[in-house]
T-cell receptor, first 109, second 115 residues
Framework: GQNIDQPTEMTATEGAIVQINCTYQ??????LFWYQQHAGEAPTFLSY??LDGLEEKGRFSSFLSRSKGYSYLLLKELQMKDSASYLC??????????WGAGTKLIIKP | GAVVSQHPSRVICKSGTSVKIECRSL??????MFWYRQFPKQSLMLMAT?????????EQGVEKDKFLINHASLTLSTLTVTSAHPEDSSFYIC???????????FGPGTRLTVT
């Protein structure tokens, strides 16, 4: 079957760094996406990894290890507005995104 | 770039009526559009996938006669919830993909309340 495993909730302090881990199992693999979703809003695209390694984009970085079925999203210099859910979404062989419940990140001052 | 609009943002309707939701890709052509439903504190649930000019592919358990999808052009898809009931109340979100690598850009969502 296909599944995604992410922590349900994480708490971090403003200005700090947090790493959100994701392990996945899919039927085939065509890359992995990270999305941010604020409460009551639709998801917004953050990053895409298809090859192993780290992709850096400003304060956000995403890492992928295909052999381990593992990815993480790294958020630096946390701001209060980063409080949101972060969704790890691998793409299967049919180019369909597989969605889990995401990780709710709470930022404290 | 990659902006997707959705209209209306909120709608309240009476049980038994139909509601149409529009999804538009504003600055790109969407080879594929997706319709999702999300209940509070739950993950996104894919309802159907549609390609321009062809019939939508519905996920298991989604009634195609109740949730009518039309993908008339490369920038517009509509979802019509027919004979709506209170259990259809949910957050409906569309997304559009411009093609490879098939990332999806989401509209702002439509909150449907059926009374």
């Amino acid at each position: 079957g296909q599944n995604i495993d992410q922590p349900t909730e994480m708490t971090a302090t403003e200005g700090a760094i947090v790493q959100i881990n994701c392990t996945y199992q899919t039927s085939g693999f065509n890359g992995l996406f990270w999305y941010q979703q604020h409460a009551g809003e639709a998801p917004t695209f953050l990053s895409y990894n298809v090859l192993d390694g780290l992709e850096e984009k400003g304060r956000f970085s995403s890492f992928l290890s295909r052999s381990k079925g593992y990815s993480y999203l790294l958020l630096k210099e946390l701001q209060m507005k980063d409080s949101a859910s972060y969704l790890c979404a691998p793409m299967d062989s049919n180019y369909q995104l597989i969605w889990g419940a995401g990780t709710k990140l709470i930022i404290k001052p | 770039g990659a902006v997707v609009s959705q209209h209306p943002s909120r709608v309240i309707c009476k049980s038994g009526t139909s509601v149409k939701i529009e999804c538009r890709s504003l600055d790109f052509q969407a080879t594929t559009m997706f319709w999702y439903r999300q209940f509070p504190k739950q993950s996104l649930m894919l309802m159907a996938t549609s390609n321009e000019g062809s019939k939508a592919t519905y996920e298991q358990g989604v009634e195609k006669d109740k949730f009518l999808i039309n993908h008339a052009s490369l920038t517009l898809s509509t979802l019509t919830v027919t004979s709506a009931h209170p259990e259809d109340s949910s957050f409906y979100i569309c997304s559009a993909s411009p093609g490879e690598p098939y990332e999806q850009y989401f509209g702002p969502g439509t909150r449907l309340t059926v009374t």
